[in-house]
C-alpha cells in the first residue's frame, strides 16, 4: 500500500492543455474520487498514474519511487477500465489468471500458486462460480467484477478505476458501488476513482478531487464540498439538483447594502452584510442550495420571479427550473403544482447560508470567522 | 392527432421469441406516453409494430377507431426518432430533414420553407450543410427529430433517442422534446430504460417486462402503489427494500419476531389472504432509524454513503441487507448496532405470486 | 507521447520484414526494368547488353504490333468489367432477398473466382472448341451452324470475355452483396418510415451508398482484367492475326518468346505508369468520395 | 402494389409480394438457380471429360452418358511428361505452403505495425504497400526473371516462395488491418498494465483475436500461390515445377490428349473446390473484406 504524491504534472495532446499543472498528494490507503465534467482531464491524469500516457513534465511518486518514467508494468499498478476490457478469448479463470502469467512474472507464480490465487480473488468478488464460463457471455455487473479481480490478483500497490460503474443499470449501480467501498476497506489498497457524477463521488470518495479544464478546483471530503464549495464551479456542479448560481449588484446607500438581482431588491441579512462590508466590487455571485430556495409570496423573506424552463418528477419531489436573469434556479416542492412551461412563477431566496464568490475569479470570499 | 388502440396485440418472433404478449393500451389524443421497462422487455417491439416495421402477430392497433396493424410503414403517416439516429449517412442535414417531403413530392419552394422552419424551432440552421458524419450526437438527435416533425405526423414515436447522449445533453434535450410535444399537441409514445428520463418527461408512464404490461399511471402511482413486486423493485432510488416476513396468525406479521403496525387497509388485504409465503416491501426514504430496542428491527450499520442533503445507510439485519435514506445532520457510524423503525402506512406487502396485497383487494372491489 | 523509445521499437520489429521483402521483390524490380529498358538487352546473342538510351521507347510508339494490344487490352476490360459489374451488381440484389437455401447457392457461385485460371482457359477452351465444343453444340440445337469462335476475328476476343465474366462476374457479385449487407439497416426503416417508394429507396438512397463499392470493384477488375494471360495463353494464344494478343502477352512473347528483355522491359515501364496513374485517380476519387457521402 | 425488397440480417422484415403472376421470389430463385448453374458446369465438364474414354471425349453430338474410365488420370500421373505429375503435384503443394505462412506472419506483423504504431512516413509507406496489390505481375518478369538467373535460383523452389510470399503481402496486410482495427485499444491497455511487452501483446492477445483474419488470409494466399502459372512458367522447368507448368506444357506439345489434358486440369481445381467449401464462412469474409473495407 503506498501514499500517491503528483507534483506539477503538466500533459498536451497537441493544442489541447489536458492538464495544467496538478498538484496532489493522495493518502496511504484512502479511497479519492476524481470528480469532473468530460474534459476536465480526470481520466488522463489516470492514465498518467497508470503509465499508458507519458507526463509532458512534473513527478509521481508511488510509497517512495518516482515511476512518471516507468513503464505501467513496473509501476505495480491495477487498473479496471470503462468498459472492462476483458480477453474475450479467454474464460474467467484466464482472465484472472492473464497478469500472473506475464513472462516477466515467470519465477513469482507457479500453476498452482496461480490457481489459488485466482480462486481467492474469485471468492472474494462472488464469482468463484463462473470460472470457466466464457467472459462474453457474462453481464454488465459480471464483467465488472472480473475486470476487478483482475487489477486486484496481483495485489498492486494502487487500485486505479475509470467511471466502473457508470454502465450499469440503475439497481446495479447502487449495489456495486456498496461492494466497492466495502471491498476498499477489506482490500486496503490506495484507490483513485474517476466519474462525473458528483452523487457517485460523496457516496463513495473518502476525499474528492472536483476538476475541470486541467485543473484542481477543489479537494475536500463530501460534507466539505457541499458546506464549502470553494469556487462558484464546484457549488454549481455538486448537490442534487446543484445549487443555483445568481449574478447580484451590490448597492449602497447610506450605509445599507442591498443586493439587486434583476428588478427586485434584496435584503442581505446580517451575516451576509458583514461578510461584503469590505468588498469593493459592484457585482458578486451568490449560489444557493435547492433546499433554501421555495415556491410563492409571503414573509419577508425576499422573493424574484421567473418563467418555469423545465419541471420534472425526481422521486416524491417535483423539481422545478425558473429562468432569472439568464440564470437557471432549481428548486424542489413535494405540492403538485399544475404547471406548464412558460409560466411565470414566483419563488422566495432564503439568504442566510447563501454562498458568496467573487465574480471575477469565481473564488469563494473569504468569510469573516463566525 | 389519432387516438392510438392496441387490442391484445401480440408479436412472436420467428425463432419462438414472444416479444409483446397480449398487450391492451389507449395512448389518448395528444398524451405524451412513457414506455419504461428494462433491455428485452419489448418496448421497442411494441412501438415498431405501431409504426409497421414489425408485423403484428395476433391482436389489432388501431388510429381513431380504424385499423392501422395491416398498412405498411408508409401508409401510417407515424414518424420516428431512433436511438442511433437513422439518418441518412450520404445526405446533408437539409436533404435528411427533406426526405419525407420529397417522398410526397412537394413542390420545392415549400420544402425549404417547412425545412428552414423546423431547423429554426431546433436551433440547427446553422448545420443544415454539414452531413451527418460532421456532427455530434445531440446535433444528430435534433435533425432526426426535425425528420419526424416535419411532416406534420399524426403520431410521433421515440425509441430510447437519448440513449447515447452525455448526461447533461440528456437533460436539456428531455425537456426541450417536453416542450415540443406541448406546443404541437402531437400524440406521442416515449420509449426508454432509464426511469429517471421517463418521470421527467411523461405524464403517464407505461411499465413493461417480459413482454407482458406491468402497470400504467404516474410516476407517483408506479411509486407508491407498485402492482408487483418487479414494478416495485425497478422504479425507485435508491431500490425498494425487501425482507421475508412471517405471518404469527390471521391479521398480524411479523419480521423475524418483531411485529408490524400495518395501515388500516394493508391488514385489511392481510386478512383477506390466507397466503403465508409473503415478503414485505418498504422504500429506503420511509425507514427510519431508532436506538436499538426489542420493539423495532435490529441491525448492524455497515456502510454510510454522505449525498449531500441526505445520507444512504447500508444496514445489515437478520432478515438481509436493508438501505435507509437518513438526514445528513444525523448520521449512524459504520459498525453502529441500530433499529429500524418503518411509517406504517408506507408498507408493501407481496404475496407468493409476487403481486401486492394492496393491488389485489382494489382490484377484487375496484 | 506514449512510452516513446520501446514503442518505435517494436514498430521497427513488426514492420521491416515485410518491407524488406517488398523492397526486393517490389521496388528494386521496378528499378530494375528502367534500367534494363533503357538498353538494347535481349538473351539471343551473347554479346553483353548495350545502352540504348530511349529508343526502345521510340520503337514502341511507332509499333503497329504494340499499339494493336493496348487497343486489345482496352477493347477486353471495358467489355469484361462492363459485363461483370451490371451483370454482378443485378445478381447481388438477387441474392440479396431473404428466401430459403439461396445461401447455399451463393456459396456454390464463389468457386469460379477460385478456379486456376489455367484450368477455366482450358474448359472454355474446349467447350468453344469448333467441332466438339459444347458452345456449338446449344448453337446448332438452336438451328444455327457451327462457328468457329476461336479462329474468327472479334469472336476469339468474345469468348475470351466470356471466360473473364465467367470466373470473376460471382467475385463482383459478392463484393456487391457484402455492400449491401453492410448497409446499415436502420436507414431503410427510416426510409420507410418517411414514406419512400421501393424506387425511391432504391435510387435515392441504396445506389449512392453503394457508390464507393462500385468504385472499388471497378478499379479492382480493370487492374486485375489487364494483367490476366492464361486466358489468352489457353485458349487463342494471342490468334487471330492479333486480335486478342493483349498487352500482357505481348509483352511475355516478347520477353520470353523473342527474348529481347529490353524492349519487353519498356513495355513493362509503361504499363506500370499507366496502372500507377489509374490508382492515383482512384484514390483521389475515393478521398473525395469519402468526403461526398 | 410497390414491391419493397428490404432484406434484414435479423429475419423479422418480410417481403411484401407483388401482384403480378410470377411472385417475386420465384423469379429471384429462379434466376440464382440458373447463374449458378452457370458458374458449376465447366467444372462438370472438365471433371466428366477427364473421365471420358478417347471416343466419347471427340463425340459429336457430345455424349452424357458415358462409363468412367479413371485411364486420363494414370496416364496423367504416370506415364506423361516424363516424370510423373505426382512431383508437379508436391512442388505446387509445398511451394503454395510455404509462402502462405511466410505471408501470413510477416503480413500480420506489419498490418499490426501499421493499426497500433505512429512514425514517420506511415502513411505514404502504407501506400506503397497498398499499391503492390495493384502492380500487375507482369510487368515484374523481366527483372525478376534477371534477377533470379543472376542469383543462380533458376528452377528453384526458393524463388517462387519469395516471388509468392510478396504478391500475396500486400492482401494479407490490407485484410489483417481492418481485423487488428476491430480489437478495441483498452484491452491491448489492460495487457500493457498486466505486465506484457508490445511484442508479447502481438503474440498473446492481438493475434488469438484476429485468428478468422488469419484463416482466411492463409486461404486466399494459398488459392492465389496455387493458381499462379506466369513466374512458375518462366522461372522454372522441372525441378521445382508446380502444376501449371505442367498443364502449360500439354497445350504446347499439342498432342491433343484432352483425357489427360482434362485429368491434370481436374487435379488442378478440386483441391480448391473441396477446401474451400470446408472453410467457405472465412473466406467470404476475407475477400469482401479486403475489398469492401
Given at each position: 500500500m503506498a501514499e500517491v504524491q503528483l507534483s506539477g504534472i503538466h500533459k498536451q495532446f497537441g493544442a489541447i492543455r489536458a492538464l495544467r499543472g496538478i498538484d496532489l498528494v493522495i493518502p496511504d490507503g484512502a479511497y479519492v474520487c476524481l470528480l469532473g465534467p468530460s474534459g476536465s482531464g480526470k481520466t488522463t491524469l489516470l492514465r498518467c498514474v497508470a503509465g499508458l500516457e507519458t507526463v509532458d513534465a512534473g513527478h509521481i511518486r508511488i510509497g517512495n519511487r518516482n515511476v512518471e518514467a516507468l513503464e505501467p508494468f513496473a509501476r505495480n499498478v491495477g487498473l479496471a477500465f470503462q468498459n472492462y476490457a476483458l480477453y474475450p478469448h479467454l474464460d474467467v479463470r484466464g482472465n484472472l489468471a492473464f497478469p500472473l502469467r506475464a513472462p516477466r512474472r515467470r519465477a513469482q507464480f507457479d500453476d498452482e500458486e496461480i490457481e489459488r490465487l485466482v480462486r481467492s480473488t474469485a471468492a472474494l468478488l462472488q464469482i468463484d462460480a463462473m470460472l470457466d464460463k466464457p467472459v462474453v457471455t457474462l453481464s454488465g455487473g459480471q464483467k465488472q467484477r472480473v475486470a476487478l479481480g483482475r487489477a486486484l490478483i496481483r495485489n498492486p500497490t494502487v487500485l486505479l478505476l475509470d467511471?466502473?460503474?457508470?454502465?450499469?443499470?440503475a439497481r446495479l449501480q447502487h449495489e456495486m458501488r456498496v461492494e466497492l467501498k466495502l471491498l476498499q476497506r477489506r482490500v486496503g489498497t490506495t484507490t483513485i476513482h474517476v466519474t462525473h457524477d458528483q452523487l457517485e463521488a460523496q457516496a463513495l470518495g473518502d476525499l474528492i478531487v472536483v476538476m475541470r479544464d486541467g485543473l484542481i478546483e477543489q479537494v475536500g471530503s463530501p460534507d466539505e464540498l457541499c458546506a464549502r464549495p470553494a469556487t462558484s464551479f464546484v457549488a454549481g456542479f455538486v448537490g442534487d439538483p446543484p445549487m443555483s448560481l445568481l449574478q447580484v449588484r451590490l448597492e449602497r446607500e447610506g450605509g445599507s447594502l442591498s443586493l439587486r438581482v434583476g428588478k427586485t431588491r434584496l435584503r442581505p441579512g446580517e451575516r451576509l452584510a458583514r461578510l461584503l462590508d469590505g468588498f469593493r466590487d459592484q457585482h458578486v455571485e451568490i449560489a444557493l442550495p435547492a433546499e433554501d430556495i421555495s415556491q410563492g409570496h409571503g414573509g419577508d423573506v425576499q422573493t424574484v420571479s421567473g418563467k418555469v424552463q423545465a419541471h420534472e418528477w425526481v422521486g416524491r419531489e417535483l423539481q422545478i427550473a425558473v429562468m432569472v436573469e439568464r440564470t437557471l434556479v432549481r428548486l424542489r416542492t413535494q405540492q403538485r403544482l399544475d404547471l406548464r412551461i412558460g409560466d411565470e412563477l414566483a419563488i422566495q431566496l432564503n439568504l442566510t447560508r447563501a454562498h458568496v464568490f467573487d465574480s471575477k475569479t469565481g473564488r469563494r470570499l473569504r468569510s469573516s470567522p463566525n | 392527432m389519432p387516438r392510438i388502440e392496441f387490442q391484445g396485440v401480440t408479436k412472436i418472433y420467428p425463432d419462438g421469441t414472444r416479444a409483446v404478449a397480449n398487450l391492451d393500451l389507449v395512448v389518448e389524443d395528444g398524451e405524451l406516453l412513457c414506455l419504461l421497462g428494462p433491455s428485452g422487455c419489448g418496448k421497442s417491439s411494441t412501438i415498431r409494430a405501431l409504426a409497421g416495421l414489425e408485423v403484428v402477430s395476433e391482436g389489432v392497433i388501431l388510429a381513431d377507431n380504424n385499423r392501422i396493424d395491416h398498412l405498411p410503414p408508409q401508409a401510417r403517416d407515424c414518424a420516428m426518432v431512433f436511438e442511433n439516429y437513422a439518418l441518412y449517412p450520404h445526405l446533408t442535414a437539409f436533404e435528411n430533414i427533406a426526405m419525407p417531403l420529397r417522398a410526397r413530392r412537394l413542390p420545392v419552394p415549400e420544402i425549404k420553407r417547412r425545412v428552414m422552419e423546423i431547423a429554426r424551432m431546433l436551433h440547427?440552421?446553422?448545420?443544415?450543410?454539414?452531413r451527418p458524419r460532421q456532427l455530434s450526437g445531440g446535433e444528430k438527435q435534433r435533425v432526426g427529430i426535425g425528420r419526424a416533425l416535419v411532416r406534420e405526423p399524426a403520431m410521433f414515436l421515440m425509441d430510447e433517442p437519448l440513449g447515447h447522449l452525455e448526461a447533461y445533453l440528456r437533460i436539456e434535450l428531455r425537456a426541450e422534446i417536453r416542450r415540443l410535444q406541448e406546443r404541437l399537441g402531437i400524440t406521442t409514445i416515449y420509449v426508454t430504460h432509464d426511469q429517471e428520463e421517463a418521470a421527467a418527461i411523461a405524464d403517464r408512464i407505461v411499465v413493461m417486462s417480459g413482454g407482458r404490461l406491468q402497470q400504467v399511471g404516474s410516476f407517483l402511482d408506479l411509486l407508491d402503489r407498485p402492482v408487483n413486486r418487479f414494478v416495485a423493485e425497478f422504479v425507485g432510488e435508491p431500490p425498494m427494500v425487501f425482507l421475508p416476513v412471517e405471518r404469527t396468525d390471521t391479521n398480524s406479521i411479523s419480521v423475524k419476531g418483531v411485529p408490524l403496525q400495518l395501515s388500516e387497509p394493508l391488514a385489511a388485504a392481510l386478512r383477506a389472504t390466507k397466503d403465508t409465503n409473503l415478503t414485505l416491501g418498504v422504500r429506503p426514504n420511509d425507514i427510519s432509524v431508532v436506538p436499538p430496542a426489542n420493539e423495532h428491527l435490529k441491525g448492524v450499520v455497515t456502510l454510510v454513503q454522505p449525498q449531500g442533503s441526505h445520507a444512504i445507510v447500508a444496514v445489515s439485519t437478520p432478515g438481509g441487507p436493508a438501505t435507509v435514506i437518513v438526514p445528513s445532520d444525523w448520521r449512524p457510524a459504520a459498525g453502529a448496532n441500530v433499529g429500524l423503525a418503518f411509517a406504517g402506512e408506507r408498507l408493501h406487502l407481496f404475496d407468493s405470486t409476487a403481486r401486492s396485497l394492496l393491488h389485489n383487494r382494489e382490484d377484487s372491489n375496484g | 507521447m506514449r512510452l516513446a523509445v520501446q514503442r518505435r521499437r517494436a514498430a521497427w520489429v513488426l514492420i521491416a520484414p515485410a518491407v524488406a521483402v517488398l523492397l526486393v521483390l517490389n521496388l528494386f524490380p521496378i528499378v530494375y526494368a528502367l534500367y534494363i529498358s533503357v538498353h538494347y538487352w535481349t538473351l539471343a546473342r551473347p554479346q553483353p547488353p548495350r545502352f540504348a538510351g530511349l529508343s526502345n521507347y521510340v520503337d514502341l510508339f511507332f509499333d503497329e504490333r504494340f499499339r494493336n494490344a493496348v487497343l486489345v487490352s482496352l477493347k477486353f476490360i471495358v467489355l469484361a468489367v462492363g459485363i461483370e459489374l451490371l451483370l454482378g451488381l443485378g445478381l447481388a440484389f438477387v441474392f440479396n432477398m431473404r428466401l430459403r437455401g439461396i445461401a447455399t447457392l451463393r456459396k456454390l457461385t464463389l468457386l469460379p473466382s477460385l478456379a486456376m485460371p489455367l484450368v477455366v482457359g482450358l474448359a472454355w477452351f474446349y467447350m468453344f472448341n469448333e467441332n466438339f465444343g459444347l458452345v456449338n453444340w446449344i448453337w446448332v440445337m438452336l438451328g444455327g451452324t457451327r462457328v468457329p469462335f476461336l479462329t474468327q476475328g472479334t469472336l476469339a476476343l468474345l469468348s475470351i470475355v466470356a471466360a473473364d465474366v465467367w470466373q470473376w462476374t460471382p467475385f463482383v457479385m459478392l463484393v456487391f452483396y457484402a455492400a449491401l449487407q453492410a448497409l446499415p439497416e436502420y436507414v431503410y426503416e427510416a426510409a420507410r418510415i418517411d414514406g419512400l417508394s421501393g424506387g425511391q429507396i432504391f435510387f435515392r438512397v441504396t445506389l449512392p451508398l453503394l457508390r464507393p463499392a462500385i468504385l472499388i470493384v471497378l478499379v479492382i477488375r480493370a487492374v486485375d482484367a489487364l494483367r490476366s494471360l492464361e486466358l489468352v495463353f489457353m485458349m487463342t494464344k494471342g490468334g487471330p492475326a492479333g486480335d486478342t494478343e493483349v498487352l500482357p502477352w505481348y509483352l511475355y512473347t516478347t520477353g520470353f518468346l523473342s527474348l529481347d528483355l529490353g524492349y519487353a522491359a519498356a513495355m513493362a515501364v509503361l504499363m506500370l505508369a499507366l496502372v500507377t496513374v489509374l490508382c492515383q485517380l482512384f484514390a483521389g476519387l475515393l478521398e473525395s468520395q469519402e468526403a461526398a457521402p | 402494389m410497390t414491391v419493397a425488397l428490404i432484406r434484414n440480417k435479423d429475419q423479422h422484415v418480410s417481403v411484401r409480394r407483388s401482384a403480378s403472376a410470377w411472385p417475386i421470389g420465384t423469379v429471384g430463385y429462379l434466376v440464382a438457380a440458373i447463374f449458378t448453374g452457370f458458374c458449376l458446369f465447366p467444372f462438370y465438364v472438365i471433371l466428366t471429360t477427364a473421365l471420358k474414354t478417347e471416343t466419347a471425349i471427340f463425340a459429336w453430338p457430345p455424349v452424357w452418358v458415358f462409363k468412367p474410365t479413371l485411364q486420363s488420370f494414370y496416364n496423367a500421373l504416370f506415364v506423361f511428361g516424363g516424370r510423373s505429375a505426382i512431383s508437379y503435384l508436391i512442388n505446387s503443394i509445398v511451394i503454395s505452403a510455404v509462402s502462405t505462412i511466410l505471408a501470413v506472419v510477416l503480413g500480420a506483423m506489419a498490418a499490426y505495425g501499421f493499426v497500433r504504431f505512429r512514425f514517420a512516413g506511415k502513411r505514404h509507406l502504407a501506400f506503397w504497400i497498398l499499391s503492390t496489390r495493384f502492380a500487375p505481375p507482369v510487368a515484374f518478369i523481366v527483372p525478376i526473371y534477371l534477377m533470379v538467373q543472376k542469383a543462380g535460383l533458376l528452377d528453384s523452389h526458393i524463388a517462387l516462395i519469395l516471388i509468392y510470399t510478396a504478391m500475396n503481402l500486400s492482401l494479407v496486410i490490407w485484410i489483417l488491418r481492418g481485423f487488428f482495427a476491430e480489437i478495441p485499444i483498452e484491452i491491448e491497455e489492460a495487457a500493457l498494465v498486466d505486465g506484457y511487452s508490445r511484442l508479447q501483446i502481438f503474440w498473446r492477445v492481438a493475434v488469438p483475436l484476429v485468428r478468422p483474419g488469419i484463416v482466411s488470409t492463409a486461404i486466399l494466399s494459398a488459392i492465389f500461390s496455387w493458381n499462379e502459372f506466369l513466374y512458375a512458367m518462366v522461372l522454372t522447368q522441372s525441378r521445382a515445377a508446380t502444376l501449371p507448368v505442367y498443364l502449360a506444357g500439354f497445350s504446347n506439345s499439342m498432342g491433343l490428349a484432352w483425357g489427360e489434358y482434362m485429368a491434370v486440369g481436374a487435379m488442378a481445381v478440386l483441391p480448391i473446390l473441396v477446401f474451400t467449401f470446408a472453410v467457405q464462412k472465412y473466406l467470404v469474409r476475407g475477400l469482401t473484406f479486403g475489398a469492401v473495407k
Open positions: 467511471e466502473p460503474v457508470t454502465h450499469l443499470d | 440547427i440552421e446553422p448545420l443544415m450543410g454539414r | - | -
